[in-house]
C-alpha cells in the first residue's frame, strides 16, 4: 500500500528547512586570520536548547582561545574573530547538537583541554590560527 505524497508546495518547504539546518562547513577562504571566538547568547535562550546549554557550560572552559558572552535577547552563536577581534563569521547554534558543536569547534582548528586549568601546549598558544599559505610553519625556517 503507497501513501500518497504531501502537496508539492509542502515538499518544497520541506526541503527548504532540512537545507536550512544542515551543519555548517567553514569556508576557509572567508576565515583566513581566524584566531580565536566568542560564543554569544542569552541565559533565557539556554534554558530551552539543552545542547547548547551543555556545550556553553561544560566545553566551552576546556577550549582555548575561546569565550562566553551573554548577549539579552541573543540566540546562541558562535562569532569567528581575527588577530584584531574583526569578526569574520557568525554561525548560528541553536539546531546544532552538542556533539555537531564540538566537531565544528575542533575542526576549526580550537584546542580542547582535558582540564579547564591545564597549561596549553606551545605549539597550540595561537591555535586556531594558521600559517599562511606558502609561509612556513616556524618562523626560525
Not at 518547504?13 to 584566531?35: E, I, K, M, Q, S
Not at 576546556?62 to 562566553?68: A, D, F, G, K, S
Not at 547538537?97 to 580550537?110: A, D, H
Request: a negative charge; hydrophobic letters at 40%.
Amino acid at each position: 500500500m503507497h501513501l500518497p505524497l504531501p502537496p508539492r508546495p509542502l515538499l518544497l518547504l520541506l526541503a527548504a528547512l532540512a537545507a536550512a539546518v544542515t551543519t555548517f562547513r567553514p569556508d576557509w577562504n572567508r576565515l583566513h586570520g581566524l584566531a580565536r571566538a566568542r560564543v554569544e547568547t542569552c541565559g533565557g535562550q539556554l534554558n530551552r536548547l539543552k545542547e547548547v546549554k551543555a556545550f556553553v557550560t561544560q566545553d566551552i572552559p576546556l577550549y582555548h582561545n575561546m569565550v562566553m558572552k551573554h548577549l539579552p535577547g541573543a540566540d546562541p552563536e558562535l562569532v569567528l574573530l581575527g588577530h584584531r577581534y574583526e569578526e569574520l563569521e557568525r554561525i548560528p547554534l541553536s539546531e546544532m547538537t552538542r556533539e555537531e558543536i564540538n566537531e565544528l569547534v575542533q575542526e576549526l582548528g580550537f584546542y580542547r583541554k582535558a582540564a579547564p586549568d591545564e597549561p596549553v601546549p606551545p605549539e597550540y598558544l595561537r591555535a586556531p590560527a594558521r600559517p599562511d599559505q606558502g609561509a612556513p610553519a616556524r618562523a626560525d625556517l
